[in-house]
């Protein structure tokens, strides 16, 4: 067999089969030797890719309000401060998964930190594994509009930091922020210099259409809730003004007497 006759044989089966048929010539005296054609290798099969994540619909930078083509009301919480407050979201927890409703839950860091000393960090795994927002309440609940811009970042950056110990392997991103008090918020669209720090952070600053002012908390609250909310209002609560026990019926409520269905923030732009 000529050169000629092994480039055109490389060429049409590859350099492993010429190797060995060469190889057969040479302990042959050049006379051809009768073998088996070697298995054509194939291409390893390529791994099946992993499950695409759940695409998450993008939110303004910033609300006060979802949506008012969707008949849903979100339902958020402030503070979270102290260890007793570990023991009201437990509950609401337990109360969300029974009927079937997602939150947003806006801690401190302060209150994070505290949490995470006291060995109570289990607690916000479940709010993640559980499907509810968690969102940035600053570390010491300052008004930001009398912080320097690094004071700002300072207060943001915290807690982010102290969610991310807090989590542990539990992987999550913050996408909100809401000034404590409002402060910083009031203005439409929010103040310039807060948002551009937002920005930074890829936060959406989330204010509210409804809160406790006025009310007695509670059931004067809860019938707030009830008659003024419409499709993509925001209502906010926390612990000291409106107990765990009170979400419940306000649930109920919600569905059956306004056909409002209670869901987070990210639930009132979501599918």
Do not use: C
């Not at 054509?40 to 619909?57: I, K, S």
């Not at 008659?227 to 000291?240: E, K, P, R, V």
């Amino acid at each position: 067999m000529g050169g000629s006759d092994l480039t055109r044989r490389r060429f049409l089966t590859g350099s492993a089969v010429v190797a060995a048929e060469a190889a057969a010539l040479a302990f042959g005296g050049g006379r051809a030797v009768a073998r088996a054609r070697p298995p054509v290798t194939t291409v390893p099969a390529v791994p099946a890719r992993a499950a695409m994540t759940e695409l998450l619909a993008p939110l303004p930078a910033y609300l006060r309000s979802g949506p008012s083509t969707r008949a849903r009301v979100a339902i958020t919480v402030d503070d979270i401060f102290g260890n007793d407050a570990v023991d009201s979201l437990t509950s609401l927890l337990d109360i969300a998964k029974a009927k079937k409703v997602k939150l947003s839950i806006f801690p401190t860091g302060g209150a994070l930190q505290g949490h995470l000393d006291a060995g109570k960090q289990a607690v916000w795994q479940r709010v993640v594994n559980e499907g509810h927002d968690i969102g940035n309440h600053t570390y010491t609940h300052a008004n930001l509009t009398r912080l320097t811009d690094a004071q700002v970042r300072d207060e943001l950056g915290r807690t982010r930091d102290v969610l991310t110990k807090v989590l542990g392997p539990v992987p999550y991103k913050m996408r909100m922020m809401r000034p404590p008090g409002g402060a910083g918020g009031y203005t439409d669209g929010g103040d310039a210099r807060i948002q551009r720090i937002n920005a930074e952070f890829g936060y959406s600053m989330v204010m509210w259409t409804i809160d406790s002012n006025g009310t007695g908390g509670n059931a004067s609250l809860a019938d707030r809730v009830v008659n003024t909310g419409q499709n993509g209002s925001i209502a906010l609560f926390h612990f000291t003004t409106f107990a765990v026990g009170n979400y419940d019926s306000m649930f109920e409520r919600l569905r059956s007497q306004r056909k409002l269905e209670p869901t987070s923030v990210t639930g009132l732009f979501g599918p």
